[in-house]
């Protein structure tokens, strides 16, 4: 078959037929079980990567916590033990990167419901956390999830090529499929930017149709790296650079609208819908640009998006209300302000109407003329 896009489907077709074609040839069964091999690594990596995401998470909480207990708190970068768990954060991320490079997006994606019950199960043991029945639920629901992804995600041994990228980028349904989630895209940012809607689910819909993007174009160069690392250089094709421009700038935007929802709406809420949008929209990016179902039965496809479920449900169990329980009941101290009289603390009453109060437990004060008055 002549031409670029003829040696693409070429090249396609012998990616997707080691498999198939291995106990006829010696060669070809060896190249079949190596990539089986790099299947089972790139899982490896992606749950340890989540797991070390988790216990980065956990050191920087601990940090703040001793900031906080501090009588002169200094910023948190000044702090080892922070800089610690940002370069754990680091490594976790890049192995979430490579693993990319080895397994299947419809399979990496869905494993980061490993760093949220695994960070509720390290806050447990290290920060001494309260352990709902909830969490035991949801951790045990997100494990049964993983465990079913793992064994029924689509096991295909894709070498992933600058061709094969090619191949990918100008076929109609991702060119479809780009198109509207482009105009998706808009409409969202209209409303959140004109209409000054800022509600929830139109954030981190914005951050899911950057996160499709983002990830193609983390599988697409991790992939062209680790084939220029076990066979030929990829890195002279301009598609590399295509996708590692698309990658850096969909990251960039995507924080951008994360921390928008971080700030309007607390974690606790923001964290469950942020890791289903997110999946979903990487599970259809891997089916509609890598093919990743291509001739998967329909049980299999069932008891994987099953898995998929029971992980969302268990990362919702284990962020449910975590935020509340460890709010601390906070307390205005007038002895620290110059030149007033040390009233000691005035405690908010939540019961009450009032702001606070007084030591004396009365609920009045004098005004300027000599009458009392309701604070």
């Known amino acids: ?38 299947h089972l690594f790139g899982v490896l990596l992606a749950v340890v990567g989540n797991l070390v995401i988790s216990i980065s998470l956990n050191i920087q909480k601990y940090s703040h916590l001793q900031s906080a207990h501090r009588e002169h708190a200094r910023p948190f970068f000044r702090s ?20 990319y490079g080895f397994a299947p997006v419809t399979l990496v994606a869905p494993l980061g419901c490993m760093s949220v019950t695994g960070s509720a199960f390290i806050s447990v043991m290290f920060l001494k956390e309260n352990l709902r029945a909830s969490d035991v639920l949801g951790m045990t629901l997100a494990f049964a ?20 990228v090619q191949y990918y980028f100008v076929g109609w349904q991702f060119l479809i499929y780009v198109i509207l989630e482009i105009l998706i895209f808009c409409i969202l940012l209209y409303f959140y930017k004109r209409k000054g809607m800022k509600h929830i689910v139109i954030l981190l819909t914005l951050v899911a149709l950057l996160a499709s993007l983002t990830v193609i174009s983390v599988k697409a160069v991790s992939g062209m790296i680790t084939f220029s690392v076990t066979d030929k250089t990829q890195l002279t094709y301009p ?26 709406y607390n974690t606790a809420t923001v964290v469950p819908v942020n890791h289903m949008f997110f999946t979903t929209s990487a599970i259809i990016a891997g089916i509609i640009f890598y093919n990743e179902f291509l001739g998967a039965a329909f049980l299999a496809m069932f008891i994987y998006f099953f898995g998929c479920f029971l992980s969302f449900l268990g ?11 460890h709010l601390p009941q906070s307390y205005i101290d007038l002895g620290t302000i110059p030149g007033k009289q040390t009233l000691d603390k005035i405690q908010p009453d939540s019961n009450g109407l009032s702001r606070g109060t007084l030591p004396d437990g009365s609920d009045s004060t004098k005004s300027p003329s000599g009458e009392k008055k309701e604070v």
């Open 315 to 325: 990362v919702f169990l284990v962020t449910r209300h975590r935020e509340k329980e």
């Open 80 to 99: 080892l033990l922070w800089w610690g768990g940002a370069l754990l954060m680091a490594l976790g991320e890049a192995g979430n990167f490579v693993a």
């Open 239 to 264: 598609i590399f650079y295509i996708m590692f421009i698309i990658m850096i700038a969909s990251c960039v935007f995507q924080v951008k609208f994360l921390n928008q929802a971080t700030k309007l």
């Open 145 to 164: 999830g993983s465990y079913l992804l793992v064994n029924f995600a689509p096991n295909i041994s894709q070498a992933v090529s600058a061709r094969t």
């Open 1 to 38: 078959m002549a031409g670029p896009g003829g040696a693409a489907l070429d090249e396609l077709s012998r990616n997707f037929t080691y498999g198939a074609l291995g106990a006829g040839n010696g060669s070809l069964s060896g190249a079949w079980y190596r990539r089986n091999q790099f």
